[in-house]
């Protein structure tokens, strides 16, 4: 939609003629590096031109009324300022409302409410990172619409309370770092554990990304994404009897092999293995990239699903058909599930001339299998959240 379309929609959802003003949170991927942010090891995500829009305008009052158009079943979702509390029948509103209520813990004045329209092109339930767009999406409303003088950093943080303190998901700060922070043309490197970062170009020259949306629906709350996170804390605590290490992320593969007996579990033993190597894999990319060697590039790409799917058991069977598929087929050079799994998407270095046939020819061995269809973006890598001044 453009910004006369949701204008339109705005102005006849909320029954206004005022100008609203329209702010931006782009969506993101993880090139590599997966499973590994709440392990205080390295991540490589980018922001992606698709996101999460916010058309919004101040009140006069204390009340705030949200919309989406991606939810129009579940109409205008009210609550006061006064009152901020989860609630499981407001659904996606309570990321937005959530967002509000830990700017004012934080001592940020909100003076009033707002109206607020919410348009996602990012699908749902695909493991793009919707809720962390959202969240970074009501954050810049917040600072642009209040003038409030907030570190970036700080906004991300805040973002990453959310799922974890009010939500109930115990996630890392990738998806609010990447989203908040995103670069057009770059991707991040950034360690979890410092929270230090740097930008790497990201040319890929005759290929572009192709996301591949599985169709299967995840919910992160309701998936084994908690349950992964406790079997590496077991597997550190295990670790610690003899290492002096605050995360997995700390242990090179050799260590870990030196060590892994410890690791009392054998299930846990296999999650930290994955933890250990992806790290290392995920700074192997950087270099990799910095020389310009995308096809290397590829490789690692296609170890880290491998890894995810066998050690780390979070891809499942529609997943492992893209991506297994995926590395058969003329163009591809690298291949593999993106974000937390269990459902959601896998991401394609394909050549650009090869795309349309790589489409044709998994959709045909996909639907096959599963009776339905994946869906496919060519994702551009861009800037992150922020107000949207011109027409788009």
């Given at each position: 939609?453009n910004?006369?379309e949701?204008s339109?929609?705005?102005?006849?959802?909320?029954?206004?003629?005022?100008l609203?003003?329209?702010f931006?949170?782009?969506g993101?991927?993880n090139?590599?590096?997966?499973?590994?942010?709440?392990n205080?090891?390295?991540?490589f995500?980018a922001a992606?031109?698709?996101?999460?829009?916010a058309?919004?305008?101040p009140?006069?009052?204390?009340h705030?009324?949200?919309y989406s158009i991606?939810f129009?079943?579940?109409?205008?979702i009210?609550?006061?300022?006064?009152d901020l509390?989860?609630?499981?029948n407001h659904?996606?509103?309570?990321?937005?409302k959530?967002?509000i209520?830990?700017?004012?813990r934080?001592?940020f004045?909100?003076?009033?409410?707002?109206d607020?329209?919410?348009?996602g092109?990012i699908?749902?339930?695909a493991?793009l990172?919707s809720s962390?767009s959202?969240?970074m999406?009501?954050g810049?409303?917040?600072?642009?619409l209040f003038?409030?003088?907030?570190d970036r950093?700080?906004m991300?943080q805040?973002?990453q309370k959310?799922?974890?303190q009010?939500?109930?998901?115990?996630s890392?700060?990738m998806?609010?770092?990447a989203?908040?922070?995103?670069k057009?043309d770059?991707?991040?490197l950034?360690?979890?554990?410092?929270?230090?970062?740097?930008?790497?170009?990201v040319?890929?020259?005759?290929?572009?990304i192709?996301?591949?949306n599985?169709?299967?629906?995840?919910?992160?709350a309701?998936s084994?994404y908690?349950?992964?996170r406790?079997?590496?804390?077991e597997?550190?605590?295990?670790l610690?009897?003899?290492l002096a290490?605050?995360?997995l992320?700390e242990l090179?593969?050799?260590t870990f092999?030196q060590?892994k007996?410890?690791?009392?579990d054998?299930?846990n033993?296999?999650?930290?293995?994955?933890?250990?190597?992806?790290?290392?894999?995920?700074?192997?990319?950087?270099?990799?990239?910095k020389?310009?060697d995308?096809?290397?590039?590829g490789?690692?790409m296609n170890?880290?699903?491998?890894s995810?799917r066998?050690?780390y058991?979070?891809?499942?069977a529609?997943?492992?058909?893209?991506?297994?598929t995926?590395w058969?087929l003329?163009?591809?050079?690298g291949a593999?599930m993106t974000g937390?799994?269990?459902?959601?998407?896998?991401?394609?270095l394909?050549?650009?001339a090869?795309?349309?046939p790589?489409k044709?020819?998994?959709?045909?061995?996909?639907?096959?299998k599963?009776g339905?269809s994946?869906?496919?973006y060519e994702?551009?890598?861009?800037d992150g959240?922020?107000?949207l001044?011109?027409?788009?």
């Amino acid at each position: 939609m453009n910004r006369r379309e949701l204008s339109q929609t705005f102005h006849e959802i909320f029954n206004t003629q005022e100008l609203p003003r329209f702010f931006f949170a782009p969506g993101r991927i993880n090139l590599i590096g997966e499973h590994t942010d709440y392990n205080g090891g390295h991540v490589f995500p980018a922001a992606i031109s698709f996101g999460t829009y916010a058309v919004v305008r101040p009140r006069t009052d204390q009340h705030l009324r949200f919309y989406s158009i991606n939810f129009p079943e579940q109409g205008i979702i009210e609550c006061d300022l006064a009152d901020l509390s989860y609630h499981a029948n407001h659904d996606w509103a309570n990321f937005p409302k959530g967002m509000i209520e830990f700017f004012i813990r934080s001592g940020f004045s909100i003076p009033t409410g707002m109206d607020i329209l919410f348009y996602g092109d990012i699908p749902n339930g695909a493991g793009l990172s919707s809720s962390a767009s959202i969240e970074m999406a009501m954050g810049v409303v917040l600072e642009g619409l209040f003038n409030l003088n907030i570190d970036r950093l700080l906004m991300i943080q805040l973002g990453q309370k959310v799922e974890n303190q009010y939500i109930g998901v115990n996630s890392g700060i990738m998806d609010q770092f990447a989203i908040g922070k995103g670069k057009k043309d770059f991707a991040m490197l950034l360690d979890c554990q410092t929270l230090q970062f740097s930008y790497a170009p990201v040319d890929l020259k005759d290929h572009d990304i192709v996301i591949i949306n599985s169709n299967k629906q995840r919910t992160l709350a309701g998936s084994k994404y908690n349950e992964r996170r406790a079997q590496c804390e077991e597997a550190l605590v295990d670790l610690r009897t003899e290492l002096a290490i605050n995360s997995l992320g700390e242990l090179s593969s050799e260590t870990f092999e030196q060590h892994k007996q410890l690791i009392k579990d054998d299930i846990n033993r296999k999650r930290a293995k994955h933890a250990v190597y992806e790290n290392e894999r995920t700074l192997l990319a950087l270099e990799e990239l910095k020389r310009g060697d995308i096809r290397a590039f590829g490789q690692l790409m296609n170890a880290s699903h491998i890894s995810l799917r066998d050690d780390y058991e979070v891809t499942g069977a529609e997943l492992d058909h893209i991506t297994e598929t995926a590395w058969t087929l003329p163009g591809v050079i690298g291949a593999r599930m993106t974000g937390a799994g269990f459902g959601g998407c896998a991401i394609a270095l394909v050549e650009r001339a090869q795309i349309e046939p790589f489409k044709n020819r998994l959709t045909e061995s996909y639907t096959a299998k599963f009776g339905f269809s994946p869906s496919f973006y060519e994702a551009k890598i861009s800037d992150g959240a922020k107000e949207l001044t011109e027409d788009f």
